[in-house]
């Protein structure tokens, strides 16, 4: 019982620490800062996935994302809208002609949150 009231402790607060972090994400894009935007919304994966499942260290690629989500049985859509918001993103970061579309950055932000908060209700 006291293990179940941390890990419900610890999993409420990832997922708070992930709007947060997308909250920041939308003030750096409002300030015309799309590529600070667009690693805080990865990063919201990679944190709220440390933070739920109690994961240390700041490599945690989107495998071991999708991993930890399939052990708590997350479905194959969500699955799927991660892995597409996850490269967009990518790309995004890392090819700047791409990566230079405020409003795809929006877009991206949005999805993000969707798909945090599907990740949310099924784990």
């Given at each position: 019982?006291?293990d179940?009231?941390l890990?419900?402790?610890r999993?409420?607060?990832?997922f ?9 994400a ?9 590529s ?8 919201c ?9 109690g994961v ?6 989107l495998?071991?994302?999708e991993?930890?989500l ?7 859509d969500t699955?799927?809208e991660l ?22 950055g ?8 969707k798909?945090l ?6 784990c």
């Amino acid at each position: 019982p006291a293990d179940d009231v941390l890990r419900a402790q610890r999993a409420n607060k990832a997922f708070k620490l992930s709007k947060k972090q997308l909250e920041m994400a939308h003030l750096c894009l409002q300030k015309q800062d799309l590529s600070a935007a667009l690693r805080m919304a990865q990063g919201c994966f990679k944190d709220y996935t440390g933070a739920k499942f109690g994961v240390q260290g700041a490599a945690v690629t989107l495998r071991d994302i999708e991993g930890y989500l399939r052990s708590k049985q997350v479905d194959r859509d969500t699955l799927l809208e991660l892995r597409e918001v996850w490269s967009a993103l990518d790309q995004m970061i890392y090819a700047p002609p791409l990566g230079q579309n405020p409003s795809r950055g929006e877009e991206l932000l949005v999805k993000t949150r969707k798909v945090l908060e599907q990740m949310e209700r099924q784990c």
